[in-house]
């Protein structure tokens, strides 16, 4: 199993760019990596998605090193509205209970 | 027009009792899911559909029963509630469950108290 560990929470004023690292060991070759935002009294929401290198889209950018032991969310410019759940996921592309373990997730709190 | 939309969004009830959530997705998806979101935010794979058949059935007491009446309905069926029960229900749906198409969109949520 692909465990991943993230930081329980962490704290940013408004403007800055917040990077969230998720570790994942023992990634499995087939793995990806995907991160999904969740805000107080809503679903989870995807964010973005990627195998290894960089993957950027208009909301955010994901970086995976070489080895994919780890992967980092960036968030630039975050604002209040940016505060939420950041959840880091990994899973093949088969179909699994396995890639539908979202955890605990990363409580990213933003503040004026 | 809300893609996932679950009911009700709040669900309050006594111990023993056998209550119903509903779920419905107008994404014409294939795939459906059930999570239970306990109040340390932790989120759990209860059951997953494809195409109205049970593909995914995590270690669930029996008391939970799903129920896919077509691909854009999944419900979930609760007998004799627990304390334990309490939490956030959340249904989700996916296009498919290839990489490519195992995206979710999820629902608000069914926040359930069992008194």
């Known amino acids: 199993l692909a465990k991943t560990t993230q930081p329980i929470s962490m704290d940013s004023y408004e403007g800055q760019e917040v990077n969230i690292t998720c570790s994942h060991n023992n990634i499995a070759t087939n793995d990806y990596i995907t991160w999904y935002q969740q805000f107080p009294s809503q679903g989870p929401r995807f964010i973005i998605q990627g195998y290894k290198t960089k993957v950027t889209n208009e909301v955010a950018s994901l970086f995976i090193p070489a080895d994919r032991k780890s992967s980092t969310l960036s968030l630039p410019r975050v604002s209040l509205s940016d505060t939420a759940v950041y959840y880091c996921?990994?899973?093949?592309?088969?179909?699994?209970?396995?890639?539908?373990?979202f955890g605990s997730g990363t409580q990213l709190t933003v503040l004026p | 027009d809300t893609a996932v939309s679950q009911t009700p969004k709040y669900l309050v009830t006594q111990m023993g009792n056998d209550k119903s959530i509903k779920c419905e997705q107008n994404l014409g998806h294939d795939t459906m899911y059930w999570y239970k979101q306990d109040s340390k935010k932790f989120l759990k794979i209860m059951f997953s559909?494809?195409?109205?058949?049970?593909?995914i059935n995590e270690t669930v007491p029996n008391r939970f029963s799903p129920k896919s009446p077509d691909k854009a309905h999944l419900n979930l069926h609760i007998n004799s509630l627990e304390l334990g029960d309490s939490a956030v229900y959340f249904c989700?749906?996916?296009?498919?469950?290839?990489?490519?198409?195992?995206?979710?969109?999820f629902g608000a949520g069914t926040r359930l108290s069992v008194l």
């Open positions: 989700a749906s996916s296009q498919g469950t290839t990489l490519a198409k195992n995206i979710q969109y």
């Open positions: 559909y494809n195409n109205k058949e049970l593909i």
């Open positions: 996921l990994v899973g093949d592309m088969g179909f699994s209970a396995r890639q539908l373990t």
